[in-house]
């Protein structure tokens, strides 16, 4: 039964229904509203926008007091089939995370977390992605609880343009040492990759790729600048594209026919 005058607030993310992270967010949001935790079965880390199209979807409920269901697609699979199948209603909130790394600067093309809040924006919910820098599950998480809580709630009370999904990262320090937060910029950056030899099989070679996150140039008011200086980053990110400034530079290449 939902409670009518609380907020309906959907969790997803991308490293799975058994993270630290996804359980210190819907606890969290059990403060707040009606709580749905719609998740992966196992690691999604690094799927983008991936949606399963060559395979069936299987949700199953584990926990029916607590409303959370574990989905064996990708964290936008989760978004798609928790609105259109297990949600009575539109959420008034989706979030992603806690993820367990960082998803500043380029990362944001490549993550699993971010992708589930920008679809939860794809499908006209205020959404926001949460991740810390820190890639160990064992991270504690609790003292971010408060600004989670805080953050929520503004965004359920005044909501972010249509089309805006709010992406924040947590600085890996002591929480006593951050110093606020910072509305940034996406920071620049890159991945080293690094592709290590497993085994040739006649024709076939087999590779795992790992890497390293390269921080490119850290300008103040990016999110990497604030990261790099204990600041809790959000950065406003859309689902449009379009690099409206290059629009007139690239008017040489239109002709009408």
């Known amino acids: 039964m939902i409670q009518k005058n609380k907020p309906l607030i959907l969790v997803v993310n991308d490293d799975g229904i058994d993270s630290n992270g996804i359980k210190v967010l819907s606890d969290t949001m059990r403060d707040i509203g009606e709580v749905f935790v719609v998740a992966p079965e196992s690691d999604r880390s690094g799927v983008s926008h991936a949606m399963t199209l060559d395979a069936d979807i299987y949700i199953n409920n584990v926990n029916e007091e607590k409303n959370e269901f574990v989905c064996s697609g990708t964290p936008v699979d989760c978004v798609k089939l928790a609105v259109n199948k297990i949600l009575p209603k539109l959420p008034d909130l989706c ?3 806690v993820n367990h790394g960082s998803n500043h600067s380029i990362n944001v093309l490549y993550s699993g977390t971010v992708h589930g809040a920008i679809e939860g924006t794809i499908q006209g919910i205020p959404s926001i992605s949460f991740s810390h820098l820190s890639y160990s599950d ?43 937060l910072k509305i940034c910029k996406q920071g620049n950056g890159y991945w080293k990759e690094d592709f290590k030899f497993k085994k040739h099989n006649a024709k076939t ?17 990016t999110d990497s600048w604030a990261l790099a200086n204990n600041f809790i980053s959000i ?9 409206y400034d290059r629009l007139n530079v690239l008017k040489y290449l239109a002709y009408d026919f």
Request: aromatic residues 10%.
């Open 95 to 97: 979030v992603s995370g």
């Open 138 to 180: 064992d991270t504690d998480l609790n003292p971010f609880k408060e600004v989670i809580k805080n953050l929520s709630i503004q965004v359920i009370n005044n909501k972010p343009p249509k089309g805006m999904t709010l992406n924040v990262n947590f600085p890996d320090v002591p929480f006593h040492q951050i110093k606020g």
């Open 205 to 221: 070679s087999y590779y795992s790729i790992t890497g390293e996150f390269k921080t490119g140039e850290i300008t103040p008011g």
């Open 235 to 243: 950065v406003p990110i859309t689902i449009d594209f379009t690099a």
